[in-house]
């Protein structure tokens, strides 16, 4: 009964990746003539933020991972070897935080980390991610303990500001083969397992 409860009353969150234009505005008008109460602020081309909160209405929303976007592009990498990449990932996630604690965000979530920094073109293409020279990747144990460091300062910072920290697992495509699998951790229960026994904190969570 008490599961029957929960499904009547759904916590329903659209993704701005899922609508055609990626123009926050024009996402945020078509929200407006669907009903849709719920958006999951993701990537987008252009975006006010002052429309999240001069909205007619009262929407939900979420924060998740490359949001708001850089102005100059680049692999959100939280386990990065490239100091610049990785402070650029840092504040990136720190801003992404400060405004879902603004909106009333229940959490922020960010992807995990890479072996490799991928230029940001090839996201989302395992076909080109497969034809990487496995021998330029930083090896796995190295880049998980760079990605617990990051993702234990993001928790407290997110607790700070009343929100819950998460990280949502890599998925490997059959097409990128083995080259892609050692690109990406964070693909395995046990991996992921492993990260919250480490975290070791009420604040940090998985999104999977």
Sequence with gaps: MAMSNRIKNPRIYVSTTSFLTHHLDEILDLCDQWNIDGLELSAVDTYDLSKLFNSKRSRRYLVHNYFPPADRPF??????????????SMDLCCTAVDLSSRLGCEFYAAHAGYTFDLPANYLGRPAKQAELDVRDFEPYEKVYQTMLSSVRYLTD???ERGVKFLIENHVCSGIGGETVKKLLPMTKAEELRRLAQDVSNANFGLLI
């Design 75 to 88: 692999l959100l990498n939280l386990a990065s070897q490239n100091t610049e990449i990785l402070e650029r």
């Design 157 to 159: 910072y997110s607790k």
